[in-house]
């Protein structure tokens, strides 16, 4: 599976962007995703995952009620929608994927098979 991540930017306190991720390589349904980020001098964490289909979220409780993930099939692509960002926000946003279990989603870095390069996010006071 190769991922290709993009939406990446420079934004104020208060902006949105929505992140991209497309998938090839493999058929886009029989993947689950999630979305990581990595600061400087931090280890990566968990921002969002989805199962399959998109009948299955998990959203990091320090970013829940300010992104959504979701993922459009016909496109092979996932998406993280991201609102009202914050400074700490600021970091390099990862997609993941991975072939087992695709009915449910999965939360940590280990669970991961396959990784895009990742898109910078800066988020300005």
């Known amino acids: 599976v190769q991922l290709q991540a993009s939406g990446g930017g420079l934004v104020q306190a208060g902006g949105s962007l929505r992140l991209s991720c497309a998938a090839s390589g493999r058929t886009f349904s029989s993947i689950a995703m999630g979305w990581f980020r990595q600061a400087p001098g931090k280890e990566r964490e968990f921002v969002a995952a989805i199962n399959w289909s998109g009948g299955s979220t998990n959203i990091a409780d320090s970013v829940k009620g300010r992104f959504t993930i979701s993922r459009d099939n016909a496109k092979n692509t996932v998406y993280l929608q991201m609102n009202s960002l914050k400074p700490e926000d600021t970091a390099v946003y990862y997609c993941?994927?991975?072939?087992?279990?695709?009915?449910?989603?999965?939360?940590?870095?280990?669970?991961?098979?396959?990784w895009g390069q990742g898109t910078q996010v800066t988020v300005s006071s």
């Open positions: 993941a994927a991975t072939t087992r279990r695709i009915i449910v989603v999965h939360t940590t870095v280990y669970e991961y098979e396959h």
